[in-house]
């Protein structure tokens, strides 16, 4: 039967409608279902799902802005039993947070990176992040993103995927049936390769965010297929050999 994940807790979400926050919410809570929520353990970043504790019914602890690998990491270290993760947006793991998390997946973090990619800055009102794209318009690129004065998008998981301490590395959206089933497939294989100890591993979402792109709901379900697809192809860009099904 259809029914709320046992995890996932009754408080209404705060997001805005059409975002998918709340589609990734779900399927952690029920992935994580399948493993052991009691030795879970989350870390929450600063952004628009700055209150995700508020959600799923696991530990939290809450990390300053984009900091969040470098708390994972010593949970992981001091508890490796637990499984560990992270819950970031493009502004707090892509921006303020580059540092900590090409560091953590280079020296091979037993831990698990979710990746919000909604191409703007979604908390402080619509701002260009590094994930905006070209030619993309912002409330600080008016006329557009300009790779001549604002640099290129950056592409994380391409980036992290050749650094030898990462295990597991793979993009999904979320704006289709099928694309929702692969995101969670994907996320179950990002905890099966952390509860095999055998390296880091991330997992990055292309979101939905209608109010600061300044459509519909159902006009961003395409523009993530027409503008943000064509630049971050979907597919795992890192898998282990063997020692995950």
Not at 43 to 48: D, K, L, P, T
Not at 79 to 99: N, S
Not at 220 to 243: F, R, S
């Amino acid at each position: 039967m259809f029914k709320r994940p046992a995890l996932l807790t009754e408080k209404n979400f705060h997001y805005c409608p059409g975002c998918h926050h709340g589609i990734m919410h779900r399927l952690l809570a029920e992935v994580l279902e399948e493993f052991n929520p009691e030795e879970t353990v989350g870390i929450s970043s600063v952004g628009c799902s700055v209150f995700i504790y508020d959600y799923l019914d696991i530990d939290w602890v809450a990390a300053a802005h984009g900091r969040a690998p470098a708390v994972a990491t010593g949970v992981k270290r001091v508890k490796p039993d637990r499984l560990v993760f992270t819950y970031q947006g493009d502004g707090d793991l892509a921006a303020i947070g580059t540092g900590e998390i090409v560091h953590a997946a280079a020296r091979g973090e037993k831990i698990t990176a979710i990746f919000i990619n909604n191409a703007v800055y979604g908390m402080t009102g619509g701002q260009m992040a590094p994930t905006t794209l070209t030619g993309q318009k912002t409330t600080t690129t008016p006329e557009g993103r300009n790779p001549s004065q604002q640099g290129y998008p950056v592409k994380m998981v391409e980036m992290l995927s050749v650094l030898d301490g990462v295990a597991y590395a793979a993009r999904v959206a979320l704006n289709t049936p099928k694309r929702i089933l692969d995101a969670k497939k994907a996320l179950r294989k990002a905890f099966k390769v952390q509860r095999a100890n055998l390296g880091f591993s991330i997992v990055e979402v292309l979101s939905a965010c209608p109010t600061n792109w300044g459509v519909s709901p159902v006009e961003a379900l395409k523009w993530v297929d027409e503008k943000m697809i064509a630049y971050y192809p979907l597919g795992e860009y890192k898998t282990p050999q063997e020692g995950v099904e």
